[in-house]
């Protein structure tokens, strides 16, 4: 079975561009969750999508959006980018939202450097 | 706010040696607490975890971690490494809402054989 997948692999773009990173989950998972995996640092998280709605934010700024579409695929959209943003996106999927029930997968990432 | 400590940043060891990585966090709250293993080149992926019950709790691999609540930890242990367990490790603890991990810095292990 495959699991989670992200696109592109790898990303160059400049200061003040905007980036949009997509994942697709585990068919059959409904929760797609984005974590910022800057280097030196454990992931954190940003967004938690469950049905299409927003479930949980983390500590990001506005120019920080993500959604997720009818099939559970989702896309991160950052803009405005800075220097600060540089770092490995990580998708991880879940059946549904709760850690105790849902264990999530994480896929391979995408690395966004801003130049 | 909840967090994670990882006190060791890189460890070295020999093979067959024993292993044993810190993990503190900060929650007041029921805590569901977990260890991810990173192996070069492949994805995050899941070791053990612990929710409830027995607080000694064996994941994949050989590994286990005891949860022990007094000194808010949950070190990670394994009795004699292996070459194939270098990796980055990271302790995670749940969020308020149950739904997101907070992650540690992470401890990069490098094992000589």
């Known amino acids: 079975d495959a699991g989670v997948t992200q696109s592109p692999t790898h990303l160059i773009k400049t200061r003040g561009q905007q980036v949009t990173l997509r994942c697709s989950p585990i068919s059959g998972h409904k929760s797609v969750s984005w974590y910022q995996q800057v280097l030196g640092q454990g992931p954190q998280f940003i967004f938690q999508?469950?049905?299409?709605?927003?479930?949980g934010r983390g500590n990001f700024p506005d120019r920080f959006s993500a959604r997720q579409f009818p099939n559970y695929s989702s896309e991160l959209n950052v803009n405005a980018l800075l220097l600060g943003d540089s770092a490995l996106y990580l998708c991880?999927?879940?059946?549904?939202?709760?850690?105790?029930?849902?264990?999530?997968?994480f896929g391979p990432g995408t690395r966004l450097t801003v130049t | 706010a909840q967090s994670v400590s990882q006190h060791n940043h890189h460890v070295i060891l020999s093979e067959a040696a024993s292993l044993e990585l810190g993990c503190n966090y900060s929650?007041?709250?029921?805590?569901?607490l977990f260890w991810y293993v990173q192996y070069p080149g492949q994805h995050l992926q899941l070791l053990l975890k612990y929710f409830s019950g027995d607080p000694l709790v064996k994941g994949i691999k050989g590994f286990e971690a005891e949860f022990i609540k007094s000194k808010f930890s949950f070190n990670l242990r394994k009795p004699s490494v292996q070459w194939s367990d270098t990796a980055e490790y990271f302790c995670a603890v749940n969020d308020q809402a149950g739904t997101a991990l907070i992650f540690g810095k992470g401890t990069t292990l490098s094992v000589s054989s």
């Open positions: 929650y007041g709250g029921t805590v569901n």
């Open positions: 999508y469950y049905e299409k709605e927003e479930r």
């Open positions: 991880a999927s879940s059946l549904a939202p709760g850690l105790k029930n849902y264990e999530q997968y």
